[in-house]
C-alpha cells in the first residue's frame, strides 16, 4: 500500500509559478512510475505529465514547455513546477502511482494508488 499526499496548491495570477508536492509512504517509492492529472470542474480528469523510475517524462501537450515533473527517491517526493499559468491551468491537481514502474502511461485507470488532490486557481 502507498499513500500519497499532495500539497503546494493556491491561488494566482496568470503568469505566476506554483510548486507541487506528492510525498510518499509505505511500500518503496523508487521502484513506482509516478503522474500529476488534473481535473476541473465539470470535466473528466486528464493527464498532465508523468515520470518513470529511470526519470523518463512525457508531458501533455497543454503543459510542455511550462510544467516540470522530478522526483527525489530519499525523500520519497515527486514534485510539479508549474510556470507560466494560465487560467486554464486551474484544477484539482492529483498525484499517482504505478506499480509497473519503467512505461509511461497516460491513462487514470491504469494507476494504483491516488492522492487526495490539491487545488489550483490561476485567474487572469
Known amino acids: 500500500q502507498v499513500q500519497l499526499v499532495e500539497s503546494g496548491g493556491g491561488s494566482v495570477q496568470a503568469g505566476d509559478s506554483l510548486r507541487l508536492s506528492c510525498a510518499a509512504s509505505g511500500r518503496t517509492f523508487s521502484g513506482y512510475s509516478m503522474g500529476w492529472f488534473r481535473q476541473a470542474t465539470g470535466k473528466e480528469r486528464e493527464f498532465v505529465v508523468a515520470?518513470?523510475?529511470?526519470?523518463?517524462?512525457y508531458y501533455a501537450d497543454s503543459v510542455r514547455g511550462r510544467f516540470t515533473i522530478s522526483r527525489d527517491n530519499a525523500k520519497n517526493t515527486v514534485y510539479l513546477q508549474m510556470n507560466s499559468l494560465k487560467p486554464e491551468d486551474t484544477a484539482v491537481y492529483y498525484c499517482?502511482?504505478?506499480?509497473?514502474?519503467?512505461?509511461?502511461?497516460?491513462?487514470?485507470?491504469?494507476?494504483?494508488?491516488w492522492g487526495q488532490g490539491t487545488q489550483v486557481t490561476v485567474s487572469s
Open positions: 499517482a502511482a504505478r506499480i509497473i514502474g519503467t512505461r509511461i502511461s497516460m491513462t487514470p485507470a491504469s494507476y494504483d494508488y
Open positions: 515520470i518513470t523510475i529511470g526519470g523518463n517524462t
